[in-house]
């Protein structure tokens, strides 16, 4: 053990190992789920790894701030802490005690047949008591946090608009409507008007995002960035009465609407553009007749979804008027990072009804009703070596190595490397 080893320990409860990362972006790309517990995924910094991280990070450096935690964690950023091994070794001795006590006893288990009985597994005396300690230093919590169900509607919503709708009611039909963009108050933040001929203002929508942005807001002019591109794209839906998608067909132009009109406008001044401007510049691209055919189909798309939109529209303002919504659930909670150690494993037996232990390192290994316990789990049955992936690595390093030694050995081996290094040398 040594201040490397606790790092990578630490990395690996917050899924941040090269391998847990391979591992997910590959199942990512493949549609299955990773191998380990979705539960960290769902409660991020709130799951029993993430804690166990956090307390362990606590008990060496006696920092409680999640900022400075996520800082070092989050990224592999190296950390050294003195005398960790001296503090971590008695813990590291008591949990291989109680695990070897365990394996014991599952060999009497097999013996005796109780595990057909139905019972799975059981501790001697001593190792009972201890554990029964170090679980009595947890307790009961219920965990909350903000819901992610009101993004997921308005998320799930503007797909629906950009896809399958492909068009949006726009506030204001008066056909010589004027874009105008103002910066207001201190902070000189944009803001962005559909102005009509009467001096009627409404507040420009995101029609490509238009549930998961303020009407208005969001936009920007004057250099290349996400403010404008958006600013592109709305007043091009807009000009073209909310056809989103041939809208961000002619976003996509290049050098289109952007350069000629939002790119190089002073950013510290206000943007005025009339809808006839972007129509001239339809008419100059020659999609003018393009707009006029596909007129009257957006606005029959609009109207043969408008009771749905209705409909799920009402479900977010339900959803806001009751309030910022929380997301809970009750835990088990280690006050400690001993402790948490022995809730995790009765956790791991609990789900697997077994513990595993690696063949090179003889430390436990995670099993749960994941395909990858369970292929571990069958080659345990089948008396085969198990490992943790980084254990099977250093095992296989160690094998080539000492399988090399074995054959430079060989006076026919080295003679056999003498000539294919001479031949390589006259080659180049």
């Known amino acids: ?24 972006l590959a199942a990512h790309k493949s549609g299955e789920p990773v191998w380990y517990d979705p539960v960290e995924s769902v409660w991020g910094w709130d799951a029993p790894r993430q804690r166990m991280a956090k307390l362990l990070w606590q008990f060496l450096c006696d920092d409680s701030s999640d900022e400075w935690f996520r800082m070092n964690f989050s990224f592999n950023l190296p950390f050294e802490w003195p005398d960790s091994v001296k503090l971590l070794t008695p813990i590291q001795r008591q949990l291989k005690w109680v695990i070897e006590g ?4 599952e060999e009497q288990d097999r013996q005796l047949g109780q595990g057909d009985w139905g019972e799975q597994w059981w501790l001697p005396p001593e190792q009972s008591q201890f554990v029964r300690q170090q679980l009595a230093g947890t307790h009961a919590q219920l965990i909350e946090r903000s819901s992610d169900y009101e993004d997921a509607v308005c998320q799930g919503l503007s797909y629906y608009v950009r896809n399958v709708v492909q068009a949006i009611a726009i506030p ?14 201190t902070s000189r933040r944009a803001f962005v008007w559909i102005e009509d001929t009467k ?45 989103v998608a041939l809208g961000q067909e002619l976003d996509r132009r290049s050098p289109g609407f952007f350069e000629n009109f939002i790119l190089h406008h002073p950013s510290d001044q206000n943007l005025r553009i009339a809808r006839l401007t972007v129509h001239s510049w339809l008419k100059e691209i020659d999609k003018l007749s393009l707009y006029e055919t596909r007129r009257q189909p957006v606005a029959d798309r609009v109207a043969a979804h408008s009771a749905e939109l209705a409909e799920r529209e009402g479900l977010i303002m339900r959803i806001r008027e009751v309030g910022e919504l929380r997301s809970q659930r009750f835990d088990v909670i280690p ?26 390192c003889k430390l436990p290994i995670p099993c749960d009703s994941s395909g990858r316990a369970n292929k571990q789990r069958a080659r345990s049955r089948k008396g085969e070596p198990i490992y943790h992936p980084e254990c099977f690595a250093e095992y296989t390093r160690t094998r080539k190595r000492l399988d090399w030694q074995r054959r430079s050995k060989a006076p026919q081996f080295r003679d056999a490397e003498r000539a294919r290094a001479r031949a390589y040398r006259e080659r180049s």
């Open 1 to 24: 053990m040594d201040d490397g080893s606790i790092w990578q320990f630490i990395l690996w409860l917050c899924d941040h190992t090269r391998e847990q990362m391979d591992e997910s």
């Open 102 to 105: 365990l394996v014991g006893r």
């Open 172 to 185: 204001c039909q008066d056909p010589e409507r004027v874009y105008v963009g103002e910066r207001t108050g």
């Open 199 to 243: 001096g009627n203002r409404y507040p420009l929508r995101h029609g490509d995002q238009p549930y998961l942005e303020a009407d208005g807001a969001g936009f920007e002019w004057g250099y290349p960035g996400h403010g404008p591109g958006a600013l592109t794209r709305c007043i091009l839906i807009d000009a073209l009465d909310g056809d």
């Open 335 to 360: 006050k400690s990072f001993e402790s948490a150690l022995y809730l995790d494993l009765m956790r791991m037996l609990e789900l697997g009804g077994a513990a595993l232990r690696c063949s090179h």
